[in-house]
């Protein structure tokens, strides 16, 4: 049976593939070598492998940009995570490219980000400032390779050698390397989620004022293409409107774009597209126009007095807990424990402070920290 699953993949794979997509027949393999699954392909085993693993159970606890206090019903890591996954796996699809290794990516890209957002991840760079500093890209390899525990036979998750090259690609962005396409489709999909859907939380959290929104040129035009299509719709019917064709309209211009550059190209295969430098974007307007939009966002709900407030009280707690634990490491669970001599105190408690979700971070700040 073996076998006969493993071939029928490979050829539904060499029916419904591009040439230039990631065939896993083609897969370098793993770290630690491991017999071939009976019925999964190695992309699919590395998924399942993440939905898994402790790391990604935790995404749900974590906050994107607006913390608890501030309301329920905003995105947290792991909503975020599975909207970036099915536009991904959109675009895979459209592309001919491969959907298992984009889910994969896509599922464990944000693995690595600490409690608190970005807030979290730039408190926890300034601690480990003089130890190589804290980035969630170079984080979710650690946790990939290292800190996740779960087979006998292997630290970490032993997932294949693209998986780990994709997140590998996310930590040196200053490479003249060029990623699979695969790891690209990822990247392009986060960037259409978190800007449409940060304005989506903003909205509902009342951050923002929809007339705001309106002297925004890519919001403005979805609103008129959704009012011509659907006639006099106002309110949330409008907003969620426009918010699907945000999403929709990222999506076809990206598509025109790749299939005029795959076209021009022509790679015969996925380490041709790599070789030659194929980079796949959005259109110039397309990217100008998200530009605007983001730097709106950045003034008008990232810098937001209630966001920085709520910004500060978390970095204080987590930077007050990482220098406890990094002067008096026995503190520290055993698993991390036993990570301070190999990695140093700071980096010890780094990882596990990096683990917590929000709430948890908030009851050991008060375990740890309180008089």
């Known amino acids: 049976m073996r076998n006969r699953v493993g071939q029928a993949i490979q050829a539904r794979e060499s029916e419904l593939l591009a040439p230039f997509a990631m065939h896993s ?15 999964r392909g190695p992309f699919q085993r590395d998924r399942d492998r993440i939905i898994h693993s402790a790391a990604f159970r935790r995404l749900s606890g974590k906050t994107q940009v607006f913390a608890d206090e501030l309301g329920d019903y ?7 995570t599975l909207e970036v996954a099915s536009i991904a796996r959109t675009l895979a699809r459209a592309l001919r490219l491969n959907e298992d290794l984009v889910e994969t990516l896509a599922l ?57 090259e ?20 990822v990247d392009l999909a986060d960037s259409i989620a978190y800007d449409t ?28 293409r959704m009012r011509d299509r659907h006639g006099s719709i106002e309110g949330d019917t409008l907003r969620r409107a426009i918010l699907h064709e945000l999403i929709d309209h990222q999506v076809r211009d990206l598509l025109a ?25 959005p259109s110039r307007e397309m990217a100008d126009k998200k530009r605007e939009l983001e730097d709106f966002l950045y003034l008008r ?7 920085m407030e709520s910004r500060l009280v978390a ?20 698993k991390f424990l036993a990570r301070v001599t190999a990695d140093g105190p700071p980096r010890a408690a780094a990882d596990y402070l990096a683990g917590m979700t929000d709430r948890y971070a908030y009851q050991q700040y008060q375990r740890l920290c309180s008089a």
């Open 301 to 307: 709900v990232y810098r937001n007095p209630r966001v």
């Open 257 to 281: 774009g790749a299939e005029v550059v795959l076209q021009e190209k022509q790679p015969a295969t996925a380490q041709a597209a790599c070789d030659g430098g194929l980079r796949l974007g």
């Open 74 to 80: 905003h995105r947290t890591r792991l909503t975020h």
């Open 166 to 185: 994709g997140q590998r690609s996310r930590v040196n962005k200053q490479s003249d390397l060029c990623p699979l396409l695969e790891v690209q489709i």
């Open 25 to 39: 027949a083609d897969t370098v393999g793993r770290r630690h070598e491991e017999p071939p699954h009976p019925y």
């Open 108 to 164: 464990a890209h944000d693995i690595g980000h600490p409690p608190f957002g970005h807030a979290g991840e730039d408190v926890l760079d300034e601690c480990l400032a003089n130890d190589g500093g804290f980035s969630h890209n170079n984080q979710a390899l650690r946790i990939m390779e290292l800190l996740e525990s779960r087979y006998p036979a292997f630290p970490g998750l032993n997932l294949s050698h693209e998986v780990l």
């Open 197 to 224: 859907h940060d304005v989506d939380d903003a909205l509902e959290n009342q951050f923002l004022d929809p007339c705001e929104l309106l002297e925004i040129p890519l919001w403005q035009e979805a609103a008129t």
């Open 315 to 334: 970095q204080q707690r987590l930077r007050e807990m990482h220098e406890r634990l990094a002067a008096d490491p026995k503190r520290l669970p055993d």
